[in-house]
């Protein structure tokens, strides 16, 4: 891998960019590998790394059905942050954060983390009790977090609609300095180069028909491109995880939605932050390039189609209207849905499975993207022990069965 | 945007409809003696079909009253419309 540097920009430069090397070859696949990792999204991507440069285990492919990036990973709206209620998952999502403040120096890609800070709207009494419970229990776990006033909250952000008469009228809010977002191509290609270049192989077009068993044991998937062996599969592949679940004789309690998404035209610099509102569905950030990013709720019924229905995005642009009038008359670009898989309890699996070698990292729902490198980080070590990272053992499949279920609608369940 | 033919009230927008989920699901017949494993089964675990999925619906703006629909997650394709009660109108999906 040829590292990106002040000097590589200056030396390609002269040759008018033209000799840039490929980030990642595009081989064939092998017969056999050690670890196969279902999906090039984000996560799997991530994991692959994380086998490579944590537990040495190079010999790993990462099959992915269409091309690399072009999933869930490609379709968020880019925001990091860790403001979560419960100890199992704050511990496990400011893991993530901590990786994301080192990533671009860690991966030598530049990833555009802009720590811009993460804001949540109270609309009522309710709303207030529950942000101050969540910045409360923050706190004791060693997040960044602070309530804001209204006052406050309209000095950082005066385009917001702070009027006691305004139909979601704004009673306070919080704020995690430290969250904000990322450009969401670059993690998946920036963790593809760092994984290819470490011996991972990255086979795009390679769609997973079948898993094969022997005795309770995974002996290699049933592919587009033929028989792969290994004895180790991680499946990691957001909405469809029922369909590979189902490959492999298991039931998830996962449910797929489309969940839908809108960016505008590009304008000058209006908003520094990302603020998020539950209640009234909606969240909304400003890229580098000046467009809006805004994102709606779930559909509420199941769907793989890679879109949702217009009342959808009609809710979540009239309460972005109704928050920021002055977004009245702003065009929207483009408007598109991706497939989440979302958990009764609103938090991810990620876990060992009945199946001896094979492992299940899914059900991030509506908001995977941040926790991209933290996820990877505890899945390969899932698939290299054989048994979980502290961090990620509460969140096992079994806790359905046993009923230790981490609910976290509050902090998850429309926010992302 | 859906359009859904109500069994009681014809043809409406989504909208005026709620989601019910996966449709057919029987709760375990002696919840006394059904384990861990069936009731995680019965409350937690679904089918999330690719393709035609039994479902339910409620038309809440309207008679508010539950029937059931296959409709195609990948295509959205509404295929049937049944009562609750009556048997499905194709075999297994």
Same mark, same amino acid.
């Given at each position: ?79 990091? *942050? ?64 602070? +309530? ?27 704020? %995690? ?26 086979? %795009? ?48 309690? +996962? ?29 909304? @950030? %400003? ?21 949702? @229905? ?24 483009? %408007? ?38 933290? @996820? ?10 054989? *048994? ?29 | ?93």
């Amino acid at each position: 891998m040829r590292k990106y540097s002040f000097l590589s920009l200056v030396r390609n430069g002269l040759s008018y960019h033209e000799n840039w090397a490929r980030q990642w070859r595009s081989p064939s696949p092998k017969r056999e590998y050690d670890v196969i990792i279902v999906g090039a999204g984000g996560h799997g991507l991530a994991t692959a790394y994380y086998l490579a440069k944590e537990h040495g285990i190079t010999n790993v492919a990462v099959l992915e059905k269409s091309w690399l990036g072009g999933g869930s990973i490609g379709r968020n709206t880019t925001i990091v *942050r860790s403001n979560y209620l419960w100890d199992e998952t704050s511990h496990l999502y400011e893991m993530s954060l901590k990786l994301w403040e080192n990533l671009s120096q860690d991966l030598n890609y530049n990833l555009m983390f802009s720590q811009r800070g993460v804001i949540n709207l109270a609309h009522n009494l309710g709303d207030l009790r529950g942000i101050s419970r969540r910045v409360h229990s923050n706190r004791l776990n060693g997040i960044d977090a602070e +309530i804001l006033s209204t006052d406050r909250l309209k000095a950082l952000v005066p385009i917001l609609n702070t009027s006691p008469n305004a139909r979601y009228p704004i009673l306070g809010a919080s704020l %995690q300095r430290r969250g904000g977002t990322a450009r969401h191509d670059a993690v998946a290609w920036g963790f593809a180069r760092a994984a290819d270049a470490r011996g991972v192989d990255i086979i %795009q077009e390679c769609g997973v028909t079948g898993i094969r068993r022997d005795n309770g044991q995974v002996v290699g998937v049933e592919t587009t491109k033929g028989f792969i062996k290994a004895r180790k599969v991680g499946v990691v592949v957001a909405g469809h995880s029922s369909v590979l679940a189902q490959m492999a004789g298991l039931r998830l309690p +996962i449910q797929s939605h489309p969940l839908q998404a809108l960016v505008s035209d590009p304008l000058e610099p209006i908003l520094n932050t990302v603020v998020m509102s539950n209640a009234v569905h909606a969240y909304i @950030s %400003q890229t580098d390039k000046g467009e809006l990013v805004l994102g709606a709720g779930i559909d509420a019924y199941n769907g793989y189609g890679l879109r949702g @229905s217009l009342s959808v995005v009609e809710h979540n642009l009239a309460a972005i209207v109704e928050l920021f009038p002055i977004f009245s008359r702003v065009r929207m670009l483009r %408007q598109w849905a991706g497939t989440v898989d979302v958990c009764p309890d609103a938090s991810p699996i990620l876990s060992k499975t009945p199946v001896r070698g094979l492992y299940f990292n899914c059900g991030w729902g509506t908001g995977g993207f941040k926790a991209t490198p933290g @996820s990877g980080y505890v899945f390969a070590h899932t698939i290299a022990q054989d *048994r979980p990272h502290p961090l990620n053992e509460p969140f096992s499949l079994e806790r359905f069965t046993t009923g230790h279920l981490i609910d976290e609608h509050g902090a998850a369940g429309v926010a992302h | 945007m859906l359009w859904i033919e109500c069994p009681w009230c014809g043809l409406r927008e989504e909208t005026e409809f709620s989601y019910g989920g996966e449709a057919h699901i029987i709760r375990p017949e002696n919840p006394e003696a059904a384990s861990d494993a069936e009731w995680a089964d019965y409350l937690f675990m679904r089918k999330n079909s690719l393709g035609p999925h039994r479902e339910q619906w409620l038309h809440s703006a309207g008679c508010r009253r539950w029937f059931n629909v296959e409709r195609d997650t990948m295509t959205y394709e509404i295929s049937s419309i049944y009562k609750v009660g009556e048997k499905p109108p194709r075999g297994d999906a």
